[in-house]
């Protein structure tokens, strides 16, 4: 509708020019071919040209669409026409990569009907008009190159739903997504898609769903398959840190239930030091110190984890002095290991043996300096009745930590700052 407006205010203003330049001047023209002249005024003249050219060019239209010896020109016509649409299509994907989101867009969506394959340039201008963000224009080019090749349904419906997730419409992105792996299972792009949708919206059951797909079909880089495999298993772990409002499990009821859900996790989720340490943590809060233990003990003398020796001085059995003595035999191995030595200090202290503890956590604190170890001995001192020697390691875990803190400007001194007159 505006441009039949603007087109018709231009038609009234140049009417109204072209009017008021007759009423000044008329003009002449003056035409001689041998003995014939043809005398006539200027506006005349031009009106004559411009009806003449009109009348060629529908005669020059019409024996181009009938079926007569023409036929040459026809396809003459019709490969000019492929040849710049060709060339408007190049034009169009150069802009494209260019980042020039309008030329894209006006050039292939004007050449699209030319071109040797429409679909393309209906999706690459699709995903211009995207980029610029002109989401109806989008939504249109996408419903034109279904209608140009119903056959590509399924590249158009990635394209779509690439579109959605990447506007923030998660849940329409997801839906299309569930449907086309419906038909296509063992499509890639759908399961990466469904995976990245999926995690953007922490529906992290879902991620896990998929996982094996993923990995069968080799839809992910293995590196990127892992990182996401850890993230979402430590979700699904984190998850149970929070009980449904008003239920507070019992601690064997809680324990058969993480028992349960580490089963139905993949067998991958154990070569994870997060994740095992995030589910030995649940178990030690609901009192599953048994299974906690066992798992640990068999996870470390397999591969050895600074991640999660600590967790096995956390582990509290009726018998802690053989855990304590477990423990010291990875000593021989694991000398240098901060989290041996943790751990050693931790079930010292529950066997009672205060003075190996406190040898222990400062060998761990020599090692590795830590503030929460620090403050574990402090505590330990405190109750052994040393304040001096607690303070001593307080300050000392101070210092260490703001050694390491930005360098800022700092206010000056208080008694500097009294002037001397004062």
Not at 171 to 182: I, T
Not at 186 to 207: E, P, T
Not at 259 to 287: F, G, M, N, R
Not at 339 to 358: D, F, I, K, S, Y
């Amino acid at each position: 509708m505006k441009r039949i407006f603007l087109l018709l205010l231009l038609a009234l203003v140049v009417g109204a020019w072209a009017g008021q330049m007759m009423m000044t001047d008329a003009g002449y023209v003056l035409m001689a071919y041998n003995q014939t002249t043809v005398e006539t005024t200027l506006w005349v003249f031009l009106i004559g040209v411009g009806l003449a050219f009109i009348i060629f060019h529908l005669l020059f239209n019409l024996l181009f669409n009938l079926n007569l010896p023409t036929g040459k020109w026809k396809l003459w016509r019709s490969a000019s026409r492929k040849r710049n649409a060709r060339k408007k299509t190049l034009q169009g994907l150069l802009a494209l990569s260019e980042g020039e989101w309008n030329k894209a867009q006006t050039s292939l969506t004007r050449s699209a009907q030319d071109a040797d394959i429409p679909l393309i340039n209906y999706i690459a201008a699709a995903k211009a008009a995207h980029e610029n963000g002109d989401a109806n224009s989008a939504d249109e080019l996408l419903k034109k190159a279904l209608e140009s090749s119903p056959d590509a349904s399924l590249a158009i419906n990635i394209t779509q739903a690439q579109i959605q997730a990447s506007r923030g419409q998660l849940e329409a992105a997801l839906a299309n997504l569930l449907k086309l792996r419906r038909k296509q299972p063992k499509n890639k792009q759908i399961l990466a898609l469904l995976a990245d949708v999926s995690s953007q919206l922490h529906d992290w059951q879902g991620v896990a769903d998929i996982l094996p797909a993923l990995r069968q079909h080799e839809a992910l880089p293995t590196k990127q398959l892992e990182n996401l495999e850890r993230t979402t298993l430590l979700a699904l772990l984190k998850k149970q840190r929070t009980p449904a409002a008003g239920k507070t499990p019992e601690p064997d009821h809680q324990v058969r239930h993480l028992q349960s859900l580490w089963v139905t996790l993949p067998k991958t989720a154990a070569s994870y030091d997060e994740v095992v340490a995030e589910y030995v943590t649940l178990l030690i809060q609901a009192q599953g110190f048994k299974p906690a233990e066992e798992l640990l003990r068999q996870r470390l003398e397999q591969k050895w984890s600074e991640v999660l020796i600590p967790l096995y001085g956390l582990v509290q059995l009726p018998k802690p002095r053989k855990l304590y003595q477990q423990a010291q035999q990875w000593l021989s191995k694991h000398e240098q290991s901060a989290g041996l030595q943790l751990a050693l200090a931790r079930l010292a202290c529950q066997c009672e043996l205060w003075t190996e503890a406190v040898s222990f956590y400062e060998a761990s604190i020599a090692i590795h300096p830590d503030l929460e170890v620090c403050a574990e001995l402090a505590r330990l001192l405190h109750q052994l009745d040393q304040p001096e020697k607690a303070a001593l390691v307080m300050s000392q875990a101070f210092n260490e930590v703001s050694s390491h803190l930005p360098n800022l400007p700092s206010p000056k001194p208080v008694l500097a700052a009294v002037s001397p007159s004062e």
